[in-house]
Nanobody, 120 residues
Framework: QVQLVESGGGLVQAGGSLRLSCAAS????????MAWYRQGPGKTREWVAG???????NYIDSVKGRFTISRDNAKNTMYLQMNSLIPGDTAVYYC??????????????WGKGTLVTVSS
């Protein structure tokens, strides 16, 4: 069974740091683009950062200079280093990946999310 599993969320004070991980497992032939999304209380889900197979990266303006997305292809894992956290970063963080399957099909996979709470 192909799945994405996030970890690393928790409670942190404003100004602190957290590192999120997203591990892909199961029968996967390849992983193309990967991304982090988040959904804050009472808000719609928003894209936060993305990383391509060539490791090119992009960020939403509100996290530029504070968050860093990276990936370890050998481990099928993506990371999000979050520094200088602010209460506005409080959200459930989801990972998303475009996966190539042995059948040749492409799967757009989502994790179940990890909660990040930033206290003031």
């Amino acid at each position: 069974q192909v799945q994405l599993v996030e970890s690393g969320g928790g409670l942190v004070q404003a100004g602190g740091s957290l590192r999120l991980s997203c591990a892909a497992s199961g029968s996967i032939s390849s992983i193309d683009a990967m991304a982090w999304y988040r959904q804050g209380p009472g808000k719609t889900r928003e894209w936060v950062a993305g990383i391509g197979s060539g490791e090119n990266t992009n960020y939403i303006d509100s996290v530029k200079g504070r968050f860093t997305i990276s990936r370890d292809n050998a481990k099928n894992t993506m990371y999000l280093q979050m520094n200088s956290l602010i209460p506005g970063d409080t959200a459930v963080y989801y990972c998303n990946a475009v996966l190539g399957l042995p059948s040749g099909l492409i799967m757009h996979a989502w994790g179940k999310g990890t909660l990040v709470t930033v206290s003031s």
